[in-house]
């Protein structure tokens, strides 16, 4: 589910490549078989444009591939894809909020307090490793069940992730 920091980073990516290679295509060339296996061959071979360069079959392939996809998703019936509207995915709606925490907190006390799971969050929010939610202001994602669904106010948590009472463990101490 972090389509958006993986776009946002393929997008990064290719834009240096174009600025290291001049053009689109061998940009595209070195997303697919690495940069470097790109600029050996240019070396090698003396050449420096992507139709006139000998790559990997995949990568010779994966222009015109993805050049084919790129039109096929502008007009898919035109081509004889016609995907009935209740097979289509549904957009996920959801809401991003920045949580202001002074504490770490555990994310199930969080997913409760919100009435939903610890899995719900983790799945809108992958960025997020182990169970604690532990810097303040983070931005979270969180399922849109209404058009206004007012925000709970977070609880202190009470459990203790380093064993023992809660009250003789600083909070956050471990995942």
Excluded at 30 to 49: F, H, L, M, P, S
Excluded at 93 to 103: E, G, W, Y
Excluded at 121 to 135: A, M, S, V
Excluded at 144 to 162: G, I, K, W
Aim: a positive charge; proline letters at 7%; aromatic letters at 10%.
């Amino acid at each position: 589910m972090a389509l958006e920091r993986s776009t946002e980073a393929a997008i990064l990516y290719l834009t240096q490549l174009k600025a290291m290679f001049g053009s689109w295509s061998l940009a595209m060339a070195a997303y697919n078989c690495g940069e470097n296996r790109v600029q050996k061959e240019i070396t090698e071979q003396k050449v420096a444009d992507y139709y006139r360069l000998n790559l990997p079959t995949e990568t010779e392939r994966y222009l015109y591939r993805i050049a084919a996809i790129k039109i096929i998703m502008e007009n898919p019936r035109r081509y004889g894809y016609m995907l009935p509207e209740e097979h289509l995915y549904r957009p996920v709606k959801f809401d991003t909020v920045t949580v202001n925490i002074s504490n770490p907190i555990h994310i199930t006390d969080l997913a409760q307090a919100i009435g939903t799971d610890f899995k719900v969050i983790k799945e809108l929010n992958p960025e997020l490793l182990g169970y604690y939610l532990r810097q303040a202001n983070t931005p979270l994602k969180f399922l849109r069940v209404q058009d206004e669904m007012p925000l709970p106010r977070l609880p202190n948590s009470t459990r203790a992730p380093c064993g023992g009472p809660a009250q003789q463990q600083p909070f956050g101490c471990n995942q």
